[in-house]
């Protein structure tokens, strides 16, 4: 069993990269791969643990960019994270989150929610700023009772304080992992454009721009979402992934391999992956 996305501190989960390893061993996992939102903060430190964990410790990312008028995940597996072009990259995304974040802040304030940077900064452990340390700095300035419910008035995607950042297009995304020697992957597609949602043209549409394959295992699918995806991804020829998506305490009862319970990434999935890494290496 492996487990292809999951995050740690240095984005929007709880755990040390150093814990996260040691959790996959712990879970049976013959392979993990670190895909933090926007950064490879967390990789030194989770490549580190490699001889002392026997579970293959894989690099990869997860980028946003916009699709349709909306967000859509992309993942990057098996990036390259010497890449100092990626690198420099992932810098201006971070400058956007940056940017981002401050119009959030001002924002929340015309809305009567006034909260400091530093606020925000003090419900993270590294440099990176997500909307889950902003939850939790409006629950403890008393605007909302717990973290979760910031998400359902104030900052959700739909919502009044949210503002969004200058996304990267889906063409975009997939140049910039294929170049830093990864592949393009579309993140939890389930999860796009809600459950009415008809993948089969707007998917083909997305292989045309460059994505190569999808999650067809994830943490929190039901058995006919996996059904549905693994059998698009084979009328389409695009490859399969999997993973959790595990956030640590900020998904709670989400498990790290395991998802709501019925997860299982088979093994398989990864070498099908490093042949499509090679297939389409632009050197
Ligand atoms: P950001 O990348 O800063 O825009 O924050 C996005 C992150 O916020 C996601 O990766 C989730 O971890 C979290 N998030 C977004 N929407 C919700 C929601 N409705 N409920 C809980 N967490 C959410
Ligand atoms: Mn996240
Ligand atoms: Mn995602
Ligand atoms: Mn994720």
Redesign the pocket.
């Known amino acids: 069993m492996i487990d292809l996305h999951c995050?740690t501190l240095h984005?929007?989960g709880t755990d040390t990269p150093e814990a996260l390893a040691l959790l996959g061993e712990a879970s049976g996992l013959t392979a993990l791969c670190l895909t933090d939102?926007?950064t490879l903060g967390g990789i030194p430190a989770f490549l580190a643990m490699q001889p002392r964990v026997k579970a293959r410790l894989l690099v990869g990312i997860e980028l946003?960019c916009q699709f349709l008028g909306r967000s859509l995940h992309v993942l990057g597996l098996l990036v390259d994270p010497a890449d100092i072009q990626f690198q420099a990259r992932l810098v201006e995304l971070r400058g956007r989150?940056d940017a981002?974040?401050r119009g959030m802040i001002a924002r929340l304030g015309e809305l009567g929610y006034p909260i400091t940077y530093e606020d925000v900064q003090a419900h993270s452990e590294t440099p990176l700023?997500?909307?889950?340390h902003?939850?939790q700095a409006l629950a403890s300035r008393g605007f909302v009772r717990r973290a979760?419910e910031a998400?359902?008035h104030l900052?959700?995607?739909d919502c009044p304080g949210f503002v969004p950042?200058e996304e990267l297009s889906p063409t975009e995304a997939a140049h910039w992992i294929r170049e830093a020697g990864g592949v393009p992957v579309i993140a939890h597609p389930g999860r796009f454009g809600g459950p009415g949602f008809r993948w089969d043209e707007a998917m083909a549409d997305l292989q045309k721009l460059g994505l190569e394959g999808l999650e067809g295992y994830y943490g929190e699918y039901r058995a006919a979402e996996q059904r549905y995806f693994l059998a698009l991804a084979g009328r389409l020829g695009m490859i399969v992934t999997g993973g959790s998506d595990y956030?640590g305490a900020?998904?709670p009862g989400l498990r790290l391999g395991h998802g709501r319970g019925g997860l299982q990434v088979p093994d398989e999935l990864l070498d099908r992956l490093e042949t499509q890494q090679r297939l389409g290496a632009y050197h």
């Open positions: 995050h984005s929007d939102h926007d946003s989150r981002r974040n700023l997500s909307r889950v902003f939850a979760p998400f359902e900052i959700g995607d950042r956030h900020h998904k």
